[in-house]
């Protein structure tokens, strides 16, 4: 998902988040309490977005570091990011330990963890993000760590981006396919069994091709079991293009609910570059809406910051390794923003 289609955060970068978390670094009800740093990231009004917010993020340490150097107005830009709730990539090495972490951090500030779980085997075709779990074996054990670590706390999780892409697109290996369902389809349903748990199944977004290549895939991985699936992760689409995207599929699979990825669609995509590449880390883009509950479209569950904005796409266009913060980048992605 950083490699062909877009970017999100390396296991590195989760792992050290949830090291925080089981420190005890969580945020309180509902006023937040000084992150990384003392960069003050407080929650959001839970009626709107009941998604919880990071204090120890890459962005709040960077308002923190901006502040202690004297540049106000750039702190001041990247608090546009670290005030919003984003993504936790569950990184491959401690699902467990980092799932409890970021869970019980955001149910002691009575929000909701979102969780984003990328780890399939085979991922990303060998492009920048590519890895995943060593089998299928693997992958279920990866799996029941993650289910064991929400437990019955609330969380949104967003399931395997790319992973059905790519069998569409022919990138992954005809021979692994029937795996691939097998193991969506099983995590659907354990995730689905949890209490609180609500998961959503990557479906691609309004640039890559048409609902009617993806919906039948859709249904094989166990999208009837899911709560619904998600459109735009990591990727420029504007919001009123994704909602038609997701309404013409939606209609196909039963008429399911889906989140929108708002995180750098605030100007659209990106079209004066290669068209191959014009998802890595391109120029001139900007935050989308902020996350929320309240959408446009009784379809749309939320928009959520999948892709946690102001970190790399990958080794293109100046830019550090997939999913390694990059402050300038932020910078200007805030300051294109409204």
Not at 199 to 216: K, M, R, S, T
Not at 257 to 280: E, L, M
Request: net charge neutral.
């Amino acid at each position: 998902m950083y490699g062909k289609r877009g970017a999100g955060a390396l296991a590195s970068v989760a792992l050290a988040g949830a090291a925080l978390l089981l420190a005890g670094c969580s945020a309180p009800a509902d006023h937040g309490k000084k992150g990384a740093g003392g960069a003050d990231i407080a929650q959001r009004p839970k009626g709107s977005d009941p998604f919880w917010v990071n204090p120890e993020g890459n962005a709040a340490e960077q308002v923190a570091t901006y502040a202690r150097a004297g540049r106000k107005d750039d702190a001041e830009q990247i608090r546009k990011i670290a005030e919003q709730p984003t993504g936790e990539w569950i990184g491959p090495e401690n699902p467990e330990a980092e799932a409890r972490g970021y869970t019980e951090a955001a149910a002691k500030a009575d929000r909701t963890a979102l969780l984003v779980l990328y780890n399939i085997p085979h991922r990303d075709c060998g492009q920048f993000s590519q890895g995943g779990a060593a089998d299928g074996d693997a992958y279920r054990a990866w799996i029941d760590g993650v289910t064991k670590g929400i437990g019955d706390r609330n969380a949104t999780v967003v399931l395997e981006p790319d992973a059905l892409l790519h069998i569409v697109d022919g990138c992954t290996p005809d021979k692994f396919h029937e795996e691939r369902y097998d193991l969506l389809k099983g995590a659907i349903a354990k995730l689905g069994a949890l209490k609180n748990t609500k998961v959503y199944l990557d479906a691609g977004n309004a640039g890559w091709g048409h609902p009617d290549q993806i919906f039948q895939p859709l249904q094989r991985a166990g999208i009837d079991q899911a709560d619904g699936f998600a459109v735009n992760v990591s990727n420029f689409y504007t919001t009123r293009d994704s909602l038609a995207y997701g309404k013409q599929l939606s209609a196909k699979v039963g008429d399911k609910h889906f989140v929108i990825d708002t995180s750098r669609n605030g100007n659209g995509p990106y079209t004066a570059g290669k068209a191959d590449q014009n998802w890595c880390n391109p120029p001139g883009r900007a935050l989308g809406e902020t996350p929320s509950t309240k959408t446009a479209d009784p379809l749309v569950d939320a928009y959520v910051w999948v892709k946690r904005p102001g970190e790399s796409d990958g080794t293109c266009k100046g830019g550090p390794k997939a999913g390694a913060w990059w402050s300038d980048y932020a910078l200007k992605l805030a300051r294109a923003s409204k």
